[in-house]
């Protein structure tokens, strides 16, 4: 289930962190076992869980299974990996944009060229980090240390 063969984007999560997740289960199982398999889980792979986000993965049973099925599992998470595919998307929009590739057909519709430009820089603001160390110096340059 927590496997990157099995998200929906290409985005593989051992290269991000979990911020929340939901983990949802139906068919004939104990709910304790459930809870102990994803308390472990989350356990053994505690570095891919944010820690600022206190009970971030909860679960479910659903005791009917699905028609024809004895059990199955459905996984919801969100998680920081998705940037990599924002980044292949803005990779290839901007490959694409420089060639005026596919233009046509937002200008057709009303867009203006000057939208994408602005998008574009815009961006700029998305791919700004904040400092995890928290080391900011105050207007007279002394650390809040």
């Given at each position: 289930?927590?496997?990157?063969?099995?998200?929906?984007?290409?985005?593989?999560?051992?290269?991000?962190?979990?911020?929340?997740?939901?983990?949802?289960?139906?068919?004939?199982?104990?709910?304790?076992?459930?809870?102990?398999?994803?308390?472990?889980?989350?356990?053994?792979?505690?570095?891919?869980?944010?820690?600022?986000?206190?009970?971030?993965?909860?679960?479910?049973?659903?005791?009917?299974?699905?028609?024809?099925?004895?059990?199955?599992?459905?996984f919801i998470?969100?998680?920081t990996?998705?940037?990599?595919?924002?980044?292949?998307?803005?990779?290839?929009?901007?490959?694409?944009?420089?060639?005026k590739?596919?233009?046509?057909?937002?200008?057709?519709?009303g867009?203006?060229?000057?939208?994408?430009?602005e998008?574009?820089?815009?961006?700029?603001?998305?791919?700004?980090?904040?400092?995890?160390?928290?080391?900011?110096?105050?207007?007279?340059?002394?650390?809040?240390?």
């Amino acid at each position: 289930m927590w496997d990157a063969k099995n998200m929906m984007c290409a985005a593989d999560p051992r290269h991000g962190r979990y911020l929340t997740a939901s983990a949802l289960f139906r068919g004939k199982m104990s709910t304790k076992e459930v809870d102990e398999q994803v308390m472990n889980v989350q356990n053994k792979n505690s570095s891919s869980f944010v820690e600022w986000i206190p009970n971030n993965v909860k679960s479910s049973v659903c005791d009917i299974p699905p028609k024809g099925l004895p059990m199955a599992s459905t996984f919801i998470g969100n998680s920081t990996s998705i940037q990599e595919m924002f980044r292949r998307v803005s990779k290839q929009f901007t490959a694409m944009f420089r060639r005026k590739a596919f233009l046509h057909w937002y200008t057709e519709e009303g867009m203006d060229e000057m939208e994408f430009t602005e998008a574009e820089k815009y961006q700029q603001y998305q791919d700004a980090t904040a400092d995890e160390d928290g080391d900011y110096e105050d207007d007279d340059g002394t650390d809040d240390k």
